[in-house]
């Protein structure tokens, strides 16, 4: 058998999403940006596309720009923001994505901003009271705080944080990449100004995303050199891939509740399944809480012992497709930066176990005795 959980790296294609998508590889093969008809044929479809992300989000056509992925899209908001909205503080959290650190990190470095970072405790639980603070003290800001950490599964109430940000007029980004597509986003219920969507983690085609920017907030372009996605975003468009993104994004909308009540399910196995039969094992930030993490990651910590720099190694060669990592720098292999934010333990590894609709039962029961089994030995040694 072989088990795959590493679907917060990326889903497999849906089958319907391919079938929608093969017309444009083939059959519609027209420039969008020419005027004659297979060229306006393929226009036609990113417009369609364009038209259901946005219902699917509640936001306005003009409100979505289609990009290479969500590190694009976060790129975009971020040096959008602070270049042209004159925002000279930014806040962020030790625990988001590289694609949000890092070009906050650059900005700072260059002296365009200045940059704070929010409090959060053991389990990664952030401190919206210090928001509040920090807020106070910097008017006009921007803040790019996460809804779903891509490591532990923690969910933030981005509701809450939006709310904090309209009192101070600060800017909010959120990065939804993790959560796009398996759950409801309604951005007349939120006050973000951006937020943004990879259509590889919702079973649709790699490198296509998309972000939604508020109407009225105008930011200078990331890509030049063209008039494509309305002046916003230069480039001949990724035709077939956002027709991908789009059926993928309907399909998960769709089918969303049962998705949730079968990945959820498979997660609690898993928690039981290894919470038994490893002994000191832990599971990281809220990971293991249901009402406070991604029902599709769990993150699993655990014991110490000689098979630890191996442990992913061999549960490859056992067929079982998962990712990890540690609080520290091992070699040429980089430490995780949020377990290491948490203060985790240097010598407890880290195995990621990310799910999706397509996986069953007996793949957790596969991959969890795998686990099992190569800490049975090392308990018995010792």
């Known amino acids: 058998m072989h088990a795959y959980f590493d679907n917060a790296a990326t889903t497999p294609l849906d089958p319907e999403v391919l079938d929608a998508m093969l017309p444009y590889l083939a059959q519609y093969y027209g420039n ?3 005027l004659h008809g297979p060229g306006r044929q393929v226009r036609s479809a990113i417009e369609q596309a364009r038209k259901t992300v946005a219902h699917l989000i509640n936001a306005a056509p003009s409100e979505v720009t289609f990009t290479s992925g969500g590190t694009e899209a976060d790129n975009y908001a971020i040096f959008g923001s602070v270049r042209s909205l004159g925002l000279q503080h930014a806040i962020t959290s030790p625990l988001e994505h590289h694609a949000v650190l890092h070009p906050l990190q650059a900005l700072t470095k260059n002296g365009e901003t200045t940059l704070s970072y929010l409090r959060h ?3 990664g639980r952030l401190d919206l009271g210090h928001l509040e603070e920090l ?3 910097h008017p006009r800001t921007f803040v790019s705080l996460m809804h779903g950490n891509n490591e532990l599964g923690n969910l933030n109430d981005i509701k809450a944080i939006g709310e904090i940000c309209a009192r101070h007029d600060a800017v909010f980004h959120t990065d939804t990449v993790q959560t796009m597509g398996h759950y409801h986003h309604d951005v007349q219920q939120l006050s973000n100004h951006f937020l943004v969507g990879s259509a590889h983690k919702f079973h649709g085609p790699k490198g296509v995303g998309f972000l939604y920017r508020r109407g009225g907030v105008e930011v200078a372009p990331l890509i030049h050199g063209g008039s494509q996605e309305r002046n916003v975003r230069s480039g001949t468009e990724n035709v077939y891939g956002i027709v991908g993104l789009a059926k993928a994004l309907e399909i998960a909308c769709r089918d969303m509740a049962d998705h949730q009540r079968h990945v959820q399910g498979l997660k609690d196995r898993f928690i039981g399944q290894l919470a038994a039969g490893i002994e000191g094992v832990r599971f990281n930030g809220l990971s293991a809480e249901a009402d406070q993490s991604l029902y599709t990651v769990l993150s699993v910590s655990l014991p110490p012992s000689s098979i630890s720099e191996m442990l ?4 490859d060669i056992n067929k079982v497709a998962a990712s990890g990592g540690s609080a520290c720098t091992s070699g040429a292999q ?4 949020v377990l290491e934010a948490l203060g985790a333990a240097a010598d407890r590894p880290t195995v990621r176990l990310s799910l ?3 996986n069953t039962e007996a793949e957790v029961d596969y991959a969890a005795a795998q686990l099992i089994k190569l800490y049975e030995p090392v ?3 010792a």
Do not use: T
């Open 32 to 34: 969008p940006s020419s």
């Open 356 to 358: 999706s609709k397509l």
């Open 312 to 315: 992913l190694f061999s549960l």
């Open 334 to 337: 980089l430490g995780s930066h």
């Open 135 to 137: 807020l106070a003290s």
């Open 379 to 381: 308990a018995a040694r």
């Open 121 to 123: 405790d053991a389990q």
